[in-house]
Every structure is written in structure tokens, then in C-alpha cells.
């Protein structure tokens, strides 16, 4: 049982945008910064988003994170073939004391 | 340029207990809660615990009873112990650093680990 709920799964074509849902509670994302991750099959996840929407080095514009309340989202504009892959969202947990994560969404670029 | 690097046993019998460290390359040791997190095949990550480098732990409360994490800071490395493994603990386990000191949510993760229990 994920501490985040995510969608299982997000589709969209070459060049469309699309969104991806992380939705939480007051002792999480209504208190604390979101953190996104992508991760291929394989290979370790690699950070997006930190801080609700700042993006590391090396991490392209077209990723972009938004918080409302107890909920999230992940949007990725101009979708492209190698964005298909795994996204997870995550945030520090006040019951927890620790981090927790969304389940992940499978994002397929059709 | 920071780097973690982990190894360990990556086949266990059911009660066996599961060793892993985790070596950090480049930026400072001090300073940073360093983390275990798990992925059973298929599914989402799993919080274990971390620890920073004067040795105060944290734990997931489902994993307590069984984790230990430690810490040597004379060789930049830290380490997870899990006892008393069940095929429920299959999974790929990874190390991994926050972005900065002030914060717990990993940024920089090691290659991963794959740990089978199996008789």
C-alpha cells in the first residue's frame, strides 16, 4: 500500500502533453515539498522535480511539477519516444517520519 | 561528481539475513542522511530507513524490528542489514543521497541490487 496514490498508467502521442496525478494527505503533500522521479526498466530512478517544480541539472523544460493542496502533478510537454518509462512521485511523510512514494505511473508513448 | 556504488549477497535462504553496503564517491560524506530504499519486481519503492554520518537512524516502522543501518565514515560507506528474510523482502534494494543537507528525499541512487529469497 503506496503512501501517494498515482493513476497505474498514462498514455499520449509524440508532441502531445501530458499529466501525470499524485494525490496525498495534509501530513504529506499538504505540508511538505514533491519530489518526481523517472525511472526506465532496469535502472535506478532518476530525479525530475524537487521542491514541488525546481528541476536538477540536466533536466529538460519540457518537465514540470505543480502542487495544490494534498495533490500533485507531473506534466511533460512535446512528449517524446523516450519518455516512455516509469514516474513516481515523492514526499516527505510527518507520520511516516520518513519518505513515501507514489505506486507509479506507467507512462506509454503511443 | 557524486557516485554510489553498492554491493552484497544477492541470493538469501528464508531467515538468512541480508547484507548490503554502499560506497559514496565524490561531494561530502558529512552532513547527509544517507538512505535505503526497495523495489519488489514490478511494483513501487519502499522507504527502509537512512542514517547520517554521526550514526542517528531512522527506520520504517514496517521494517524496524529486522533493519539495521550503520555507518563508517572512515571509509565513506553505509550499510543495511535485514533479518530473518522472507520471499516478501525479494526485491531490488538501492542506496541513495539527498540533493543537499536540508533535505531526506533521495537525488543521487546507486545501480541497485537485486536480493532473491529462495530455499
Known amino acids: 500500500q503506496s503512501v501517494l496514490t498515482q493513476p497505474p498508467s498514462a498514455s499520449g502521442t509524440p508532441g502531445q502533453r501530458v499529466t501525470i496525478s499524485c494525490s496525498g494527505s495534509?501530513?504529506?503533500?499538504?505540508?511538505?515539498?514533491v519530489y518526481w522521479y523517472q525511472q526506465v526498466p532496469g535502472t535506478a530512478p532518476k530525479l525530475l522535480i524537487y521542491r514541488n517544480n525546481e528541476r536538477p541539472s540536466g533536466v529538460p523544460d519540457r518537465f514540470s511539477g505543480s502542487k495544490s493542496g494534498t495533490s500533485a502533478s507531473l506534466a511533460i510537454s512535446g512528449l517524446r519516444s523516450e519518455d516512455e518509462a516509469g514516474y513516481y512521485c515523492a514526499v516527505w511523510d510527518d507520520s511516516l517520519s520518513g519518505p513515501g512514494f507514489g505506486g507509479g505511473t506507467k507512462l506509454t508513448v503511443l | 561528481q557524486v557516485q554510489l556504488q553498492q554491493w552484497g549477497a544477492g541470493l538469501l535462504k528464508p531467515s538468512e539475513t541480508l547484507s548490503l553496503t554502499c560506497a559514496v564517491y565524490?561531494?561530502?560524506?558529512?552532513?547527509?542522511?544517507w538512505t535505503w530504499i526497495r523495489q519488489p519486481p514490478g511494483k513501487g519503492l519502499e522507504w527502509i530507513g537512512d542514517i547520517n554520518h554521526s550514526g542517528i537512524t531512522n527506520y520504517n516502522p514496517s521494517l524496524k524490528s529486522r533493519v539495521t543501518i550503520s555507518v563508517d565514515t572512515s571509509k565513506n560507506q553505509f550499510s543495511l542489514r535485514l533479518t530473518s528474510v522472507t520471499a516478501a523482502d525479494r526485491a531490488v534494494y538501492y542506496c541513495?543521497?539527498?540533493?543537499?543537507?536540508?533535505?531526506?528525499?533521495?537525488?543521487?541512487w546507486g545501480q541497485g541490487t537485486l536480493v532473491t529469497v529462495s530455499s
Open positions: 565524490g561531494g561530502s560524506f558529512s552532513g547527509y542522511y
Open positions: 495534509s501530513s504529506n503533500i499538504g505540508s511538505n515539498y
Open positions: 541513495a543521497r539527498p540533493l543537499t543537507t536540508v533535505t531526506r528525499l533521495p537525488a543521487y
